[in-house]
Each structure stands twice: as structure tokens, then as C-alpha cells.
């Protein structure tokens, strides 16, 4: 069984900067995508960003290319998300998600793990 537990978040005045974790615990992550979503109050769960299990590849939302930046280190069972130049509109509980395979992108997808969430606030 793989645990994932998110870490990093915290309030933040807008145009700053948070590095965000995903460490993974049970087992390797070896083989697994790993995805990072966001919800806020309110609103659906939105796509942020993904990574390969290589970490060859990597997927952003549009709302965040240019400003996010997802990585991996396999040795430590861990994905980070950099977030840069943060808005306001960027406050949201911040998820990470892991599945089997090469990364997939759409609706209704089945994720075999989640993490708790880490809150990200953003002050104007």
C-alpha cells in the first residue's frame, strides 16, 4: 500500500513563491505517474500537473505553464511542484494523485492514490 502525504503549503503574498511535496510512503513509486490537482472552495477538482514515473515528461494546465514546475526524485519517493509568480486565483487545496503507467490526461479518470492536501493561500 502507498501512502501519500502533501507538505509545502502556507500562506503567501502574490507574486511569491511556495515549493510544494508529495512524499510517498509504504513502498517505491517505482512505475507511477504522479499528478497534482487543486480544488477550491466551492469549485470542481481542477488538473495542475503531471510527471512521468521517469520524469522525462512532464504536463501543466494552461493556467499554470510558465509558473509551475513539477519534478521528481525517485530515490527520496517524492514529486515537487515549484510554484512561481502566485496569484491569488491560485488558492486552492493542492492534491496529489499517483497512477500506474505513463501519464493520462482527461475526465474521469481513476487514480489509485490520494493525499490529504496541503492548503495554499494566496493574499493580494
Known amino acids: 500500500q502507498v501512502q501519500l502525504v502533501e507538505s509545502g503549503g502556507g500562506l503567501v503574498q502574490a507574486g511569491g513563491s511556495l515549493r510544494l511535496s508529495c512524499a510517498a510512503s509504504?513502498?517505491?513509486?517505482?512505475?507511477?505517474?504522479v499528478y497534482w490537482f487543486r480544488q477550491a472552495p466551492g469549485k470542481e477538482r481542477e488538473f495542475v500537473a503531471a510527471?512521468?514515473?521517469?520524469?522525462?515528461?512532464?504536463y501543466y494546465a494552461d493556467s499554470v505553464k510558465g509558473r509551475f514546475t513539477i519534478s521528481r526524485d525517485n530515490a527520496k519517493n517524492t514529486v515537487y511542484l515549484q510554484k512561481n509568480s502566485l496569484k491569488p486565483e491560485d488558492t486552492a487545496v493542492y492534491l496529489c494523485?499517483?497512477?500506474?503507467?505513463?501519464?493520462?490526461?482527461?475526465?474521469?479518470?481513476?487514480?489509485?492514490?490520494w493525499g490529504q492536501g496541503t492548503q495554499v493561500t494566496v493574499s493580494s
Open positions: 509504504g513502498r517505491t513509486f517505482s512505475n507511477y505517474a
Open positions: 494523485a499517483a497512477r500506474r503507467g505513463t501519464v493520462l490526461l482527461g475526465t474521469g479518470l481513476v487514480y489509485d492514490y
Open positions: 510527471i512521468t514515473w521517469s520524469g522525462g515528461n512532464t
